[in-house]
T-cell receptor, first 119, second 114 residues
Framework: AQTVTQSQPEMSVQEAETVTLSCTYD???????LFWYKQPPSRQMILVIR??????QNATENRFSVNFQKAAKSFSLKISDSQLGDAAMYFC????????????????FGAGTQVVVTP | SQTIHQWPATLVQPVGSPLSLECTVE??????LYWYRQAAGRGLQLLFY??????ISSEVPQNLSASRPQDRQFILSSKKLLLSDSGFYLC?????????????FGPGTRLTVL
């Protein structure tokens, strides 16, 4: 079974600065999908960014970008120009490829990293 | 555009009482549907998922059950709640076709069992 590890329980960053969240995963599959989700105090899970393992180019979404290192099984998230609204719990998630309908789309989540943004 | 609804938003129930949480999706058809639970200060645990009406797969043996009576409706139930059932319950949907199949989450239900 795949496991996702987020080793940083909490990260603090000043406004306008950059913070990087780490995520590692364990898998024997060659094709898969990786996601970062944000959970603000409202607790709704919001998709931040996603990456297909077969793509070498790192995904970016505005101020959010990833550093995907397939050989190292690492998928870090960089938040640039941090804003107060970025304060939230961030979860890394892994999804297996669609081999069978039994495994369709299930996500394996890490434990999360709390991002604190200070003025 | 697609939207996903969950209700109730908050629920306080005594131990031993029944439970019914509802999730509905609008703006799409034939979605994959998922129920997750999040204990306080922890990550998400997949409870059930469904690829079609009446098709339910369970990830973790527990006191809960799920049903999908309609294409865009997913219900989480229990006959008798336990204290350990307390948590935040999230429903999610994903497209059945396509390689990305990103999951989109509802607003969640906070359940407290006393």
């Amino acid at each position: 079974a795949q496991t996702v590890t987020q080793s940083q329980p909490e990260m603090s960053v000043q406004e306008a600065e950059t913070v990087t969240l780490s995520c590692t995963y364990d898998t024997s599959e060659s094709d898969y999908y990786l996601f970062w989700y944000k959970q603000p105090p409202s607790r709704q899970m919001i998709l931040v960014i996603r990456q297909e393992a077969y793509k070498q180019q790192n995904a970016t979404e505005n101020r959010f970008s990833v550093n995907f290192q397939k050989a190292a099984k690492s998928f870090s998230l960089k938040i640039s120009d941090s804003q107060l609204g970025d304060a939230a719990m961030y979860f890394c998630a892994y999804r297996s490829p669609e081999l069978t309908t039994d495994s369709w789309g299930k996500l394996q989540f890490g434990a999360g990293t709390q991002v604190v943004v200070t003025p | 555009s697609q939207t996903i609804h969950q209700w109730p938003a908050t629920l306080v129930q005594p131990v031993g009482s029944p439970l019914s949480l509802e999730c509905t999706v609008e703006g799409t058809s034939n979605p994959n549907l998922y129920w997750y639970r999040q204990a306080a200060g922890r990550g998400l645990q997949l409870l059930f998922y469904s690829v079609g009406i009446g098709q339910i797969s369970s990830e973790v043996p527990q006191n809960l059950s799920a049903s999908r009576p309609q294409d865009r409706q997913f219900i989480l139930s229990s006959k008798k709640l336990l204290l350990s059932d307390s948590g935040f319950y999230l429903c999610a949907w994903g497209r059945r076709s396509g390689s990305t199949d990103t999951q989109y989450f509802g607003p969640g239900t906070r359940l407290t069992v006393l």
